[in-house]
T-cell receptor, first 116, second 111 residues
């Protein structure tokens, strides 16, 4: 079974430029998460999707961040314009709701963003 | 609000010795607790979880964790550490919508 796929793995941009990250979750997983992981810290949730609906985006900085999951499968997270403080690893995760609401999440390898 | 704390930034053990990575939690209801491991340039990998039942939970790669309600702890353990266990370990607590992670503990196992 393929795991969560993310691309690109690394991205270096200059501040004020736009950037986009792509995630393809594990097949059949209804729930998709985007996290941001700053250096030396644990992941922090940005947005959670149930199928194509964003059900929790309270931590997403909406002035510059946007996300979509149009067909309820893969997802794109965008930053426009990027700021120096956005440098971090952006992780995508997915989980299944078949067995209940407390299933573990499966993480992709992440995209390491560096904003210069 | 629910949260977890990992009181140690760094844990060093010798290969073959037992290891413990500590985690304490704070929740308003029943705790749903998880341990993940992160190797360099990799995403988080699930190790084990406690939802209900036995306080001793067994997981991947020989790891286990002990749920202690009175001490609100969920420490990760392994009887005999391997050099390949060296990585970053995260404790997490989950409710119906959100998962919150600790800051992580870097485990170094020396030959």
């Amino acid at each position: 079974e393929a795991g969560v796929v993310q691309s690109p793995r690394y991205k270096i941009i200059e501040k004020k430029q736009p950037v986009a990250f792509w995630c393809n979750p594990i097949s059949g997983h209804n729930t998709l998460y985007w996290y941001r992981q700053n250096l030396g810290q644990g992941p922090e949730l940005l947005i959670r999707y149930e199928n194509e609906e964003a059900v929790d985006d309270s931590q997403l900085p909406k002035d510059r961040f946007s996300a979509e999951r149009l067909k309820g499968v893969d997802s794109t997270l965008k930053i426009q314009p990027a700021e120096l403080g956005d440098s971090a690893v952006y992780l995508c995760a997915s989980s299944s709701r078949i067995s209940g609401s407390y299933n573990e999440q499966f993480f992709g390898p992440g995209t390491r963003l560096t904003v210069l | 609000a629910q949260s977890v704390a990992q009181p140690e930034d760094q844990v060093n053990v010798a290969e073959g010795n037992p290891l413990t990575v500590k985690c304490t939690y704070s929740v308003s209801g029943n705790p749903y607790l998880f341990w993940y491991v992160q190797y360099p340039n990799r995403g988080l990998q699930f190790l084990l979880k406690y939802i209900t039942g036995d306080n001793l939970v067994k997981g991947s790669y020989g790891f286990e964790a002990e749920f202690n309600k009175s001490q609100t702890s969920f420490h990760l353990k392994k009887p005999s550490a391997l050099v390949s266990d060296s990585a970053l370990y995260f404790c997490a607590v989950r409710d119906w919508k959100d998962m919150r992670f600790g800051a992580g503990t870097r485990l170094t196992v020396k030959p």
